[in-house]
């Protein structure tokens, strides 16, 4: 009997050895000798040898991990940060494009802005190293490397007190001189703009910090809050109790109280009539046409209400208060010079216009007036009949006219004289 235990051992710990499968835990051979058995052993004779096979052992060198090429591969979940607003058959080329070129020029446009509010337009190197934020250049970054490239725009130079200094170009100062002028020239327009934003506003009321901070959308120049006090008989300063100083409304002017969709209903109405869509929910079995489901659409579309208007009132889900949103953002846009604007402009009036937290897929609703782009986390709205199907505004505003001039010359390297003509000429 000792004889087979021992085969009966050595016989199963070969077979052991030459497993290539981990178990999950580890083995014990339970071993039971039932009672039904015609003879009956002697267990303490047998225990000692028992105990060799139902002792637990280490299978830890076997190999327990499922080779990486024998996996299935789970395809990781896109987050809002980088999943892009429109799938690739809804995708507009040119409109993505223009959200490509705002990240170019990002340091270019920051950077100008910072530096025109600063003394002689200087300001050091050091200094510049630690504002990645208000330049605009990546964190972590030299921001000698973003000044190299736009050369003819940025500067950098030594100090009489040894510091290194960066700022405008002395060709840059001319350009900021004429762009100076266009804002003087603009200064009118700029004004009824604001005053629109006022007249579209909840109280006829926005805090000056929040036109500041959005003065660019709209060619608004930085000392604007300086110059409010020359229209008395438009704006009023109030400073409240915590020190916010806010832009009241005056005189309301009912010839501004027009949007622009209420001036191209009267040159082209079916035009006008087909830029938003708020469908009738109706069942199958009314087997519609198209023409039909237009006209039936229109009972609900039509008609519009202003932007203008006192939303403010209107039941937050009604279809009116939609379309009231809906036809501030469209007022909003044409206000603007590019005739678009992100999220965190949108935002930034979110109480004034009485917008909701659904705006996003509110204009992703209207697909014929709005286009959005970039990412969900950062997206866009673009104002479509404003451009043509090169992707070009169809008006351009002087000071967009200046900025397109601007990057021109932020992607050229040097000006060479040309000698038969005696004029420079920029590569």
Known sequence: MTNS??????????????LKIKPFK??????????????????????????????PFSTSFLPTKTPKKFKKKHKKKESPRTKLVQTEANRIPHFEHIIGHDIQFKFLIKSKQFLSKQPEHVLRLDDAGKL???????????????????????????????KMWFGFTEFMEELYSEEQSIMDAMETDRVDKVRKLLMM???????????????????????FRDRVVKYPNYFRI??????????????????????????????DEDRAKKAFKFPVKHGKDLDLDMDDQRKLNLLNTLPLVSPFS????????????????????????SLTLEKRASIHHIVEFKDEFC??????????????????????MNWAVFLKDAYDENGDLIKKDPQV???????????????????????????
Request: proline share 5%.
């Open 5 to 18: 235990f021992m085969a009966w051992r050595y016989f199963f710990l070969d077979s052991i050895s030459n």
């Open 26 to 55: 580890t083995l014990t051979l339970q071993i039971s000798i039932p009672h039904s058995l015609p003879w009956s052993p002697k267990i303490d004779l047998v225990r000692p040898y028992l105990a060799q096979f139902i002792s």
């Open 310 to 333: 006192e939303g403010s009132k209107l039941d937050v889900w009604t279809l009116e208060a939609e379309k009231y949103r809906v036809g501030v953002i469209h007022e909003f846009l």
């Open 132 to 162: 990645y934020h208000e330049l605009g250049f990546p964190r972590g970054r030299k921001v000698s490397r973003s000044i190299e490239r736009h050369p003819l725009i940025f500067e950098t130079y030594r100090h009489t007190d040894g």
């Open 201 to 223: 506003s909840a109280n006829k009321r926005i805090p000056l910090s929040k036109i500041h901070h959005c003065r660019t959308l709209f060619g608004i120049p930085d000392d």
């Open 238 to 267: 109030v400073v409240e109790d915590d020190g916010k100083r806010i832009l009241e409304l005056v005189n309301w002017d009912p010839l501004l109280a027009v949007s622009a969709l209420e001036k191209e209903f009267m040159v």
């Open 355 to 376: 917008l909701t937290k659904h705006t996003y897929h509110m204009l992703l609703r209207q697909p014929k007036a709005f286009y959005l782009a970039g990412t969900e």
């Open 401 to 427: 006219i200046f900025n397109e001039k601007l990057y021109k010359y932020a992607q050229m390297k040097e000006i060479v004289p040309e000698s038969d003509f005696g004029t420079k000429k920029i590569m």
